[in-house]
């Protein structure tokens, strides 16, 4: 048994050897006392202590105060960093807001072409951009619900191709039906949507040249996009001309 104990663990083992029961206001007790002697101490050694002065002053004060200032800028930093993520999460919804209006402007200009009222393609091309978020957000909450994990994605290869095709033909040696998302139906819905956005956003780009070309609309975007392609094409020749004369000069 130990007769000199130097810690809490030899005055508690002693104890219960003894069947001295330890109350809980001894631990109080016992690290005032503690906490009265390091304070002692502390005060003798700092008698005892020759004065220092000049340059042997000033580094004894930074090495005093330096951890407490040390502590300080990092707390500091701590604040800094919680308030600069605070404020990018806050400018996400800004952000969001920002893009859905620019998306139910080109929508809008693109219903303008088919709809003659404009309230009513203003309240459609809204409709469309919220019905969008929507249904991004049932997806995502159904599948959460549903514990569902979307299958990770891979890099093309002809042998992932091959497996897929064994797979659709039901020739492969360890077939096992793939399960859909539980989000199928909402996904299909999504699609649908998201190309209606795209084409009357895409038509109401092109507003202007469609408004300035004669004839009816359809035409107008034929005009368009022949327009395009032949602008494509010269840029196609163009680069294909400079590449002949670099081949040359070399």
């Known amino acids: 048994m130990t007769t000199d104990p130097r810690t809490v663990s030899d005055v508690e083992s002693i104890a219960a050897k003894i069947g001295i029961p330890i109350e809980s206001d001894w631990y109080a ?33 930074f090495n005093r105060f330096y951890p407490k200032v040390l502590k300080a800028m990092l707390g500091l930093s701590d604040v800094l960093i919680v308030f600069a993520q605070t404020a990018l999460i806050a400018g996400v919804p800004i952000l969001l807001i920002m893009l859905l209006m620019v998306e139910q402007q080109r929508v809008d200009h693109g219903m303008a072409l088919f709809e003659v009222t404009g309230p009513l393609a203003s309240f459609s091309a809204i ?15 159904r599948e959460n619900q549903a514990g569902y994990t979307e299958p990770p994605k891979h890099e093309f290869s002809l042998r992932i191709l091959a497996s897929r095709v064994a797979y659709m ?18 996904k299909t819905v999504l699609r649908v949507i998201t190309f209606t956005i795209l084409v009357l956003a895409l038509a109401g780009s092109m507003q202007s ?16 996009v022949t327009g395009l392609a032949i602008r494509i094409c010269r840029c196609a020749e163009c680069a294909s001309l400079i590449s002949i004369c670099r081949a040359e000069g070399d």
Do not use: C, M
């Open 169 to 186: 033909l039901g020739r492969s040696s360890d077939w096992q039906p793939r399960p859909k998302s539980p989000a199928q139906r909402f």
């Open 209 to 224: 040249v469609i408004e300035q070309t004669s004839g009816n609309w359809l035409d107008a975007i034929q005009y368009v």
């Open 29 to 61: 007790a016992a690290h005032q006392l503690s906490e009265q002697r390091r304070q002692q101490l502390e005060t003798e050694f700092a008698a005892n202590e020759p004065t220092k002065t000049g340059w042997s002053a000033l580094v004894e004060q």
């Open 127 to 141: 409709v469309l951009v919220l019905a969008n978020l929507v249904f991004e957000l049932l997806i995502s909450w």
